[in-house]
Antibody
C-alpha cells in the first residue's frame, strides 16, 4: 500500500522560503507524477504544481514565479519550495500521487499545517 | 471559491440514500472524468471513484458515481454512521493544465 508523508517546518516567517518534503513508501516514485496541493483556512483545495522524475513539471500560474519542485529517487522523496511567503500562504499542504498526466491524484498524504507568521 | 461547486453540507439517516453534486465547466468536467474522495479531517483523503463511475478497489458497492455534461454526482446508498465525513470531487482542467477541486461537502448521518 502506497503511503505518503509530508514533513518540514510548521512555522515560517514572512518573506522566507517554505520548504516541505514528501516521503513515499510502498512503491517507487520513478513511474508516477507527484503533486502538491494546499487548502487555506476556510477555502477549497488549490493545486500548486506537479512533477515527475523525467523532468516534466507544471505549476499553477498564480504561484509559478515562487514555486520549485524536485524529485529525489534515491530517497523516494519529492520536495516543494515556495519563496517570499506571506500570511496568505498559511495552509494545509498535501502531497499526492498522480497515476497519469491529465488525471487527478489517487493517493494523498495526511497533510501538514504550515503557518506563516513572525 | 473553488472551481468545482459542491453543496457545503448534506445529511441522511442510516439506511437512506444520499447524493452529492459537483458542478463545473466545459474545460474540466465537461471534457474530463470526475474523481471522488472521502476525507476525515487530519487524515489522508481516500480515493472512492475514478473515471466518473468506477469504484477503486476495496470501495463498497454502496458508493456510486455518475456524470452528465458539466456536472456529476456521488451517491451513497444504505447510509452508515461510518460514512459521516467530508467528500470532494476533482477533475483535470484543460485551461489550467492541472487538477481542480470541489470545496467539499460535509455529510452528516443523523
Amino acid at each position: 500500500q502506497v503511503q505518503l508523508q509530508e514533513s518540514g517546518p510548521r512555522l515560517v516567517k514572512p518573506s522566507e522560503t517554505l520548504s516541505l518534503t514528501c516521503t513515499v513508501s510502498g512503491g517507487s516514485i520513478s513511474v508516477y507524477y507527484w503533486s502538491w496541493i494546499r487548502q487555506s483556512p476556510g477555502k477549497g483545495l488549490d493545486w500548486i504544481g506537479s512533477i515527475n522524475n523525467g523532468g516534466k513539471s507544471n505549476y499553477s500560474p498564480s504561484l509559478k514565479s515562487r514555486v520549485t519542485m524536485s524529485v529525489d529517487t534515491s530517497r523516494n522523496q519529492i520536495s516543494l519550495g515556495l519563496s517570499s511567503v506571506t500570511a496568505a500562504d498559511t495552509a494545509v499542504y498535501y502531497c499526492a500521487r498522480v497515476p497519469k498526466w491529465e488525471l487527478p491524484p489517487d493517493y494523498w498524504g495526511p497533510g501538514m499545517v504550515v503557518t506563516v507568521s513572525s | 471559491q473553488s472551481v468545482l461547486t459542491q453543496p457545503p453540507s448534506a445529511s441522511g439517516t442510516p439506511g437512506q440514500r444520499v447524493s452529492i453534486s459537483c458542478s463545473g465547466s466545459s474545460s474540466n468536467i465537461g471534457s474530463n472524468p470526475i474523481h471522488w474522495y472521502q476525507h476525515f479531517p487530519g487524515t489522508a483523503p481516500l480515493r472512492l471513484i475514478h473515471s466518473n463511475s468506477q469504484r477503486f478497489s476495496s470501495v463498497p458497492e454502496r458508493f456510486s458515481g455518475s456524470k452528465s455534461g458539466t456536472s456529476g454526482s456521488l451517491a451513497i446508498s444504505g447510509l452508515q454512521s461510518e460514512d459521516e465525513a467530508h467528500y470532494f470531487c476533482a477533475a483535470w482542467d484543460d485551461s489550467l493544465n492541472g487538477p481542480v477541486f470541489g470545496g467539499g461537502t460535509k455529510l452528516t448521518v443523523l
